[in-house]
Protein backbone atom coordinates (compact mmCIF):
# COMPACT_ATOMS: atom_id res chain seq x y z
CA UNK A 1 0.00 0.00 0.00
CA UNK A 2 1.14 3.38 -1.13
CA UNK A 3 2.48 5.90 2.00
CA UNK A 4 0.13 8.36 0.69
CA UNK A 5 -3.06 8.84 2.92
CA UNK A 6 -6.32 9.99 2.11
CA UNK A 7 -5.53 13.18 4.34
CA UNK A 8 -2.30 13.96 3.20
CA UNK A 9 -2.98 13.89 -0.03
CA UNK A 10 -6.40 16.75 0.49
CA UNK A 11 -2.99 18.81 2.02
CA UNK A 12 -0.54 18.93 -0.76
CA UNK A 13 -1.23 17.91 -4.28
CA UNK A 14 0.98 15.06 -5.66
CA UNK A 15 1.85 14.97 -9.16
CA UNK A 16 0.23 11.75 -10.70
CA UNK A 17 3.99 10.91 -12.03
CA UNK A 18 4.82 10.73 -8.76
CA UNK A 19 1.93 8.91 -7.83
CA UNK A 20 2.33 6.03 -10.56
CA UNK A 21 6.55 6.07 -10.17
CA UNK A 22 5.48 5.16 -5.76
CA UNK A 23 2.94 2.66 -7.23
CA UNK A 24 5.30 0.87 -9.57
CA UNK A 25 7.73 0.91 -6.85
CA UNK A 26 5.30 -0.55 -4.33
CA UNK A 27 4.01 -3.23 -6.17
CA UNK A 28 4.29 -7.09 -4.97
CA UNK A 29 6.85 -8.95 -6.81
CA UNK A 30 4.75 -11.97 -7.70
CA UNK A 31 1.46 -10.15 -9.35
CA UNK A 32 -1.37 -7.41 -8.63
CA UNK A 33 -4.63 -7.03 -8.97
CA UNK A 34 -7.03 -4.38 -10.11
CA UNK A 35 -8.39 -3.92 -6.63
CA UNK A 36 -4.96 -3.76 -5.26
CA UNK A 37 -4.32 -0.57 -8.16
CA UNK A 38 -7.50 1.05 -6.81
CA UNK A 39 -6.85 0.82 -2.78
CA UNK A 40 -3.29 2.54 -3.62
CA UNK A 41 -4.57 5.33 -5.79
CA UNK A 42 -7.58 6.34 -3.15
CA UNK A 43 -9.75 8.74 -5.40
CA UNK A 44 -7.52 9.15 -7.88
CA UNK A 45 -8.47 5.58 -9.23
CA UNK A 46 -11.42 7.46 -10.55
CA UNK A 47 -9.16 9.41 -13.24
CA UNK A 48 -7.19 6.61 -14.19
CA UNK A 49 -10.03 3.72 -15.10
CA UNK A 50 -11.64 6.95 -17.34
CA UNK A 51 -8.68 7.91 -18.96
CA UNK A 52 -7.57 4.22 -19.62
CA UNK A 53 -11.29 3.12 -21.14
CA UNK A 54 -11.73 6.71 -22.82
CA UNK A 55 -8.22 5.72 -24.83
CA UNK A 56 -9.44 2.21 -25.48
CA UNK A 57 -13.04 3.67 -26.25
CA UNK A 58 -10.92 5.63 -29.37
CA UNK A 59 -10.02 2.49 -31.27
CA UNK A 60 -12.93 1.27 -33.50
CA UNK A 61 -14.59 -2.35 -32.87
CA UNK A 62 -14.21 -2.10 -29.16
CA UNK A 63 -15.75 1.29 -28.66
CA UNK A 64 -19.01 -0.61 -27.62
CA UNK A 65 -17.50 -2.07 -24.88
CA UNK A 66 -15.41 0.56 -23.35
CA UNK A 67 -18.62 2.70 -23.54
CA UNK A 68 -20.69 0.87 -21.39
CA UNK A 69 -17.76 0.07 -18.93
CA UNK A 70 -17.39 3.98 -18.93
CA UNK A 71 -20.44 4.52 -17.66
CA UNK A 72 -19.37 2.32 -14.54
CA UNK A 73 -17.50 4.68 -12.89
CA UNK A 74 -19.66 7.41 -13.96
CA UNK A 75 -21.83 6.41 -12.07
CA UNK A 76 -19.86 5.36 -9.20
CA UNK A 77 -18.64 9.22 -9.14
CA UNK A 78 -22.30 10.68 -9.03
CA UNK A 79 -22.89 8.26 -6.12
CA UNK A 80 -20.16 10.41 -4.11
CA UNK A 81 -18.07 7.08 -3.94
CA UNK A 82 -14.57 8.16 -2.58
CA UNK A 83 -13.48 5.64 -4.74
CA UNK A 84 -13.96 3.47 -7.27
CA UNK A 85 -15.21 -0.26 -6.56
CA UNK A 86 -15.39 -3.14 -9.04
CA UNK A 87 -16.69 -6.78 -8.34
CA UNK A 88 -14.94 -8.92 -6.26
CA UNK A 89 -14.15 -11.77 -9.67
CA UNK A 90 -12.21 -8.72 -12.16
CA UNK A 91 -8.65 -8.98 -10.95
CA UNK A 92 -14.90 7.41 -16.38
CA UNK A 93 -16.89 14.92 -14.28
CA UNK A 94 -19.62 12.01 -13.74
CA UNK A 95 -22.67 13.77 -15.55
CA UNK A 96 -21.15 14.60 -18.82
CA UNK A 97 -18.88 11.70 -19.02
CA UNK A 98 -21.67 9.46 -18.44
CA UNK A 99 -23.43 10.92 -21.80
CA UNK A 100 -20.41 11.09 -23.43
CA UNK A 101 -20.27 7.54 -22.59
CA UNK A 102 -23.47 6.89 -24.49
CA UNK A 103 -22.37 8.42 -27.25
CA UNK A 104 -19.36 6.46 -27.54
CA UNK A 105 -21.41 3.84 -27.84
CA UNK A 106 -23.11 4.77 -31.10
CA UNK A 107 -23.19 2.36 -33.96
CA UNK A 108 -22.12 5.20 -36.43
CA UNK A 109 -18.36 4.61 -37.54
CA UNK A 110 -16.36 7.03 -36.16
CA UNK A 111 -18.35 8.57 -34.21
CA UNK A 112 -16.81 7.13 -30.74
CA UNK A 113 -13.55 8.93 -31.67
CA UNK A 114 -14.17 12.91 -30.16
CA UNK A 115 -16.73 11.74 -27.32
CA UNK A 116 -13.38 9.34 -26.09
CA UNK A 117 -11.50 12.05 -26.69
CA UNK A 118 -13.36 14.37 -24.39
CA UNK A 119 -13.51 12.04 -21.87
CA UNK A 120 -10.07 10.75 -21.49
CA UNK A 121 -9.27 15.17 -21.02
CA UNK A 122 -11.87 14.92 -18.21
CA UNK A 123 -10.18 12.11 -16.97
CA UNK A 124 -6.60 14.24 -16.99
CA UNK A 125 -7.71 17.18 -15.23
CA UNK A 126 -9.42 15.12 -13.01
CA UNK A 127 -5.69 13.17 -12.12
CA UNK A 128 -4.00 16.54 -12.62
CA UNK A 129 -6.68 18.81 -10.41
CA UNK A 130 -6.29 21.13 -13.20
CA UNK A 131 -8.99 23.33 -12.88
CA UNK A 132 -8.65 25.13 -16.24
CA UNK A 133 -7.99 21.85 -17.90
CA UNK A 134 -11.42 20.53 -16.40
CA UNK A 135 -12.94 23.77 -17.44
CA UNK A 136 -12.08 23.08 -21.20
CA UNK A 137 -13.25 19.89 -21.13
CA UNK A 138 -16.09 20.33 -19.92
CA UNK A 139 -17.05 23.06 -22.01
CA UNK A 140 -15.75 20.55 -24.92
CA UNK A 141 -18.41 17.89 -23.68
CA UNK A 142 -21.10 20.21 -23.71
CA UNK A 143 -20.15 21.20 -26.97
CA UNK A 144 -19.81 17.16 -28.26
CA UNK A 145 -23.48 16.69 -26.60
CA UNK A 146 -25.20 19.82 -28.15
CA UNK A 147 -24.17 18.50 -31.48
CA UNK A 148 -25.07 15.33 -31.42
CA UNK A 149 -28.82 16.56 -30.14
CA UNK A 150 -28.47 18.62 -33.15
CA UNK A 151 -28.23 15.48 -35.04
CA UNK A 152 -30.84 13.42 -33.55
CA UNK A 153 -33.07 16.68 -34.00
CA UNK A 154 -32.30 17.40 -37.58
CA UNK A 155 -32.96 13.82 -37.99
CA UNK A 156 -36.42 13.40 -36.39
CA UNK A 157 -37.07 16.53 -38.69
CA UNK A 158 -35.83 14.54 -41.84
CA UNK A 159 -37.79 11.60 -40.69
CA UNK A 160 -40.96 13.76 -40.25
CA UNK A 161 -41.08 15.47 -43.43
CA UNK A 162 -39.80 12.51 -45.46
CA UNK A 163 -43.26 11.15 -44.16
CA UNK A 164 -45.36 14.17 -44.74
CA UNK A 165 -44.01 13.40 -48.72
CA UNK A 166 -46.17 10.12 -48.66
Not at 77 to 105: K, S
Not at 127 to 155: K, N, Q, R, Y
Amino acid sequence: MLKLTPAADAKAFVPTSVLLQRLHDEAPPDRFTLDWVMRSLHRRGFGLILLLLALVAIAPGVSIVAGLLLMFPAFQMIAGRPAPVFPRRIAVRPLPTRHLAALVITPIPLSNVVPAFVIALISLAYLEEDGILLSIALLAGIAVLAVALMAVLETIRGAEWIYGLW
